[in-house]
């Protein structure tokens, strides 16, 4: 890259939806020049344990764009969710809510997959698909000049731009440069993230027991192997970390139990502090937030993922038809219409998972009780339950153009 260099889109931030929001621009609008700049550049295999749920709205953007075949091999389906409430030493976890019919297509509402997978389908796709990507580099500033905008670059050069879009993560240095203002807390948890083989078959069934440090999420992948998202308080996460292996196994198995048999670590124990974090506003003139710089959620729900390829989706129609009608893209007046699409749904996810991990967090035997009823009342009200089916393959709520599998 030349010291000076001119882009129409800059994304800085080279996670899972700042990569789809570059492609889905560049697929929607060939004529604009989008470069994706990524502080760590491609990663090892392995490097990253954690996989995630896609959501079947998720699922089609993605088939739209030309990866989902890419990443199928490796999609396990859930075909069904249990949640149950219960205390860590109980013998007996009743199943309080079960959700296990598909969408009306026969779809399954959601599929889980390795991030690294997908994060390298996704740079793959990219790079055929004519974007430039720079890495390692970072945005180090920015600065508005009438209808562009001046990066300087970590490196020292320096690129114009019509519209800067910061994909930097939940820390975002982008988001306190562009002035943006955030509600944020600590929940003194920390999700441990881990892999597991088991001997018997998950059948494609996810579990969620809420336990009172946390909830522990068992979610299946391709093979006798599973995913874990396991919430604990920061202390005692910290603690199990450093334990040797006999010992944390000991910890996880008795809150996995032995539906699925033996069990054995498939993989090394990752650790992430967890908290809120809700930006007041997601745009400024020729800049706008995406992703975890938008809005960093608990992973209760694990819809974080899901909510940034929204953001994805959302922004890249919104750009695409501002250039087809030969409107400035970075216009504020542009970027408006996508900050009133997806803030709200932002601010009540957020809002959602923080009430439902203070809410199933707490070891009160009469609070658990009325739990308990609350979740059975939804498993016996089939308009609840699919409902939150809908919810939860990302279908509720004013759906953008990829997400119903729709081209721009």
Same mark, same amino acid.
């Given at each position: 890259m030349a010291d000076s260099k001119r882009a129409d889109v800059v994304?800085?931030?080279?996670?899972?939806?700042? !990569?789809?929001?570059a492609l889905a621009i560049k697929r929607g609008a060939p004529d604009l020049d989008v470069m994706l700049i990524d502080a760590a550049g491609r990663k090892p295999a392995?490097?990253?344990?954690?996989?995630?749920a896609i959501a079947a709205a998720a699922k089609r953007m993605?088939?739209?764009?030309?990866?989902?075949?890419?990443?199928?091999?490796?999609?396990?389906?859930i075909n069904a969710m249990?949640?149950?409430?219960?205390?860590?030493?109980?013998?007996?976890?009743?199943?309080? !809510?079960?959700?296990?019919?598909?969408l009306s297509d026969g779809e399954p509402f959601a599929h889980m997959v390795p991030n690294g997978v997908l994060t390298a389908a996704l740079q793959d796709a990219s790079g055929a698909a004519g974007i430039e990507i720079v890495a390692p580099e970072t945005v180090r500033d920015f600065t508005v000049e009438g209808s562009s905008v001046a990066l300087s670059l970590g490196s020292g050069k320096r690129v114009d731009a019509r519209l800067l879009v910061a994909a930097d993560g939940v820390r975002s240095g982008l988001r306190g440069k562009a002035g943006i203002a955030t509600v944020s807390w600590r929940y003194?948890?920390?999700?441990?993230v881990v892999t597991v083989a088991h001997e018997r078959p998950h059948h494609g069934v996810a579990r969620e027991h809420f336990l009172p440090s946390g909830p522990f999420a068992i979610l299946p992948l391709k093979g006798?192997?599973?995913?874990?998202?396991?919430?604990?308080?920061? $202390?005692?996460?910290?603690?199990?970390?450093?334990?040797?292996?006999?010992?944390?196994?000991?910890?996880?198995? #008795? #809150?996995f139990g032995h539906h699925l048999g033996e069990l054995s670590l498939d993989g090394p124990r990752q650790g992430y502090p967890l908290g809120l974090t809700l930006a007041r506003d997601f745009v400024r003139p020729h800049f706008a937030l995406l992703g975890d710089a938008a809005h960093g959620i608990h992973p209760v729900a694990g819809q974080g993922l899901n909510l940034g390829f929204r953001d994805?989706? $959302?922004?890249?129609?919104?750009?695409?038809?501002?250039n087809r009608l030969g409107l400035d893209i970075g216009h504020i007046e542009t970027l408006k219409r996508y900050e009133q699409w997806r803030r709200f749904d932002s601010w009540q996810m957020g809002v959602t998972t923080d009430v439902l991990n203070r809410l199933f967090s707490k070891e009160n035997k009469m609070l658990r009780t009325a739990r308990s009823v609350g979740l059975g009342i939804v498993d016996r009200l089939p308009f609840l339950k699919q409902n939150f089916?809908?919810?939860a393959a990302g279908l509720g709520g004013e759906l953008p153009r990829l997400m119903r599998g729709e081209a721009l």
């Open positions: 994304i800085a931030g080279g996670g899972s939806a700042g !990569l789809t929001a392995g490097a990253d344990q954690r996989a995630s993605l088939d739209t764009l030309g990866v989902w075949g890419h990443v199928a091999d490796e999609a396990q389906p249990e949640i149950t409430d219960s205390a860590t030493g109980d013998a007996v976890r009743p199943i309080f !809510l079960t959700f296990q019919e598909p003194k948890q920390m999700a441990i006798n192997r599973s995913s874990l998202v396991w919430t604990e308080r920061e $202390a005692d996460a910290k603690k199990l970390l450093a334990e040797d292996e006999f010992v944390f196994q000991i910890e996880l198995e #008795r #809150r994805a989706a $959302a922004l890249a129609e919104i750009v695409v038809d501002a089916i809908k919810e």
